[in-house]
């Protein structure tokens, strides 16, 4: 079985150590490294190239928007899963436009936190359920205005896209290939002008075009 890699950056040793045992018990899974203050996180983080980067939004330094900024310039297919006991408005659009696609509070139950892992590693967007109605509801509309509307099957992918459905699990709902699903993912972005699938997601949900609340 193919592992993948992940990456902790948490100042708490103790946080560390629980995540570290909580991922390394699922054979698909592998710790490549840790790190404790946001400079470390980011050179570190870098030299490894996990496929998932579990980040602390607090740590010494600079915050951990300005880590995930970081990361996603370099290395842009790393996935960032936010962990953190934090969920000021701020911070949680902060580090979602620096490009995490996850955000999940320290309190959710351990076998959420690895289904979370799995699921960012697999290209899906986690949120907890306070946080998505915030992503709803702490911004205004952006007045998202499409020079090239989506179709109908395209807002039936971003849809199930913002319900955190990978491709092939979108395909077999609405009984169409997985390559077709790419092309339509692909369209959409390029309609909303953004650069992955989370941000697709959050520029909808901000422009009412899709609903989370479900």
């Given amino acids: 079985m193919d592992q993948f890699s992940v990456f902790i950056a948490d100042d708490h040793e103790l946080v560390r150590l629980a995540l570290r045992g909580m991922i390394e018990s699922e054979d698909d899974m592998v710790v490549v490294g840790e790190a404790a203050d946001t400079e470390s996180a980011i050179t570190e983080c870098l030299l490894v190239s996990p496929d998932v980067l579990v980040l602390d939004l607090r740590m010494p330094g600079k915050g951990g928007a300005h880590v995930c900024r970081k990361?996603?310039?370099?290395?842009?297919?790393?996935?960032?899963?936010?962990?953190?006991s934090f969920e000021e408005d701020e911070e949680l659009f902060g580090v979602l436009s620096a490009g995490a696609?996850?955000?999940?509070?320290?309190?959710?139950?351990?076998?959420?936190?690895?289904?979370?892992?799995?699921?960012?590693?697999?290209?899906?967007?986690?949120?907890?359920?306070?946080?998505?109605?915030?992503?709803i509801t702490g911004r205004s509309?952006?007045?998202l205005e499409l020079e090239d509307p989506?179709?109908?099957?395209?807002?039936?992918?971003?849809?199930?896209?913002?319900r955190g459905m990978s491709n092939k699990a979108i395909g077999k709902q609405l009984w169409i290939g997985e390559t077709t699903v790419k092309t339509h993912v692909s369209h959409i972005l390029r309609k909303l002008n953004?650069?992955?699938?989370?941000?697709?997601v959050l520029a909808a949900v901000r422009a009412g075009i899709v609903d989370l609340g479900n």
Avoid at 117 to 126: F, P, S
């Fill in 141 to 143: 509309p952006c007045g």
């Fill in 101 to 135: 696609c996850g955000y999940l509070l320290k309190d959710t139950p351990p076998e959420r936190i690895v289904h979370a892992i799995r699921a960012v590693a697999e290209g899906q967007a986690v949120f907890d359920s306070a946080v998505a109605s915030r992503v």
């Fill in 150 to 162: 989506l179709s109908d099957r395209e807002m039936e992918v971003l849809s199930l896209m913002a």
């Fill in 71 to 84: 990361v996603k310039e370099s290395a842009p297919a790393m996935k960032v899963l936010v962990l953190t």
């Fill in 194 to 200: 953004q650069a992955d699938r989370t941000q697709a």
